[in-house]
């Protein structure tokens, strides 16, 4: 546990080869096709992180982006993936440390698009205390081709690089130099934990078979009570902030 801390601090991330058991990888799964499938339950909280197609006629989703379903399935929260993820981003940052926000990420078959290259952080409003852990939970078998996480290892606290949008409400990207970067192949039921500061990104899916993964965002007990006030609870909708 040490070692992985200490990797975590200096890297900005870490992978465990195993989370979750195969049978919880099962029932989690079920959940998460339930959830792709219904698109009127989800429909305030998804959108596609490769951007809206202009043509409404082709409504393939190629990165669907689910946030917060355990908004729609409460049991979600008592799995052991939500605990035991909880009890590692304690043991990385903290005991103060607490589930922000959860979000499914599927890469649909043959949709050949990667999420760019950035920092979560970028996403976020500003926080007093920086402090936080992604859990990204692989649910199939993930590599390069259909879109294991990749990672650029950070040497000192680099800041928030200047990201732009992808078009028609996209995922958030900057430029950065990706010569260093690691692909993360991961197990059913395996995990990488990043922080929120580590550029981070996924290349398309070439395969004929989903890419499902589950994410679970930790953060300071306190930060998180921070940003609800401000209005910030991750479901995706807009909120005037000021
Ligand atoms: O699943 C992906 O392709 C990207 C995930 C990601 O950016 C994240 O978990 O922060």
Not at 75 to 89: N, V
Not at 179 to 189: E, K, V, Y
Request: contains cysteine; glycine residues 6%.
């Amino acid at each position: 546990m040490e070692t992985k801390r200490i990797k975590f601090i200096k890297d900005g991330f870490i992978k465990i080869d195993q989370l979750i058991t195969p049978e919880e990888v099962d029932s989690l799964g079920m959940i998460y096709d339930e959830l792709l499938q219904d698109k009127v339950k989800t429909a305030h909280l998804r959108s596609d992180l490769a951007g809206a197609d202009n043509n409404a006629d082709k409504k393939v989703e190629r990165i669907t982006q689910i946030m917060r379903p355990s908004t729609l399935i409460p049991e979600m929260l008592e799995k052991s993936s939500y605990k035991k993820a909880e009890q590692w981003a304690k043991d990385l940052l903290g005991n103060d440390m607490e589930l922000d926000f959860d979000m499914m990420i599927n890469k649909a078959p043959y949709t050949n698009t990667p999420t760019p290259w950035h920092q979560d952080a970028a996403y976020w409003i500003a926080m007093p205390d920086k402090r936080s852990a992604s859990c990204w939970i692989a649910l199939d078998e993930v590599y390069e081709k259909n879109g294991c996480m990749w990672f650029i290892p950070k040497t000192t606290g680099i800041p928030i690089l200047p990201h732009k949008n992808l078009p028609n409400g996209g995922a958030l990207y900057c430029e950065t130099d990706s010569s260093q970067a690691l692909s993360i192949p991961l197990n059913p039921g395996g995990c990488t934990f990043h922080d929120g500061f580590t550029l981070h990104f996924s290349q398309g899916n070439t395969t004929e078979t989903q890419r499902r993964a589950l994410i679970l965002n930790f953060r300071p007990k306190k930060m998180i009570e921070f940003e609800r006030e401000q209005g910030v609870d991750h479901t995706g909708e807009r909120k005037q902030r000021n």
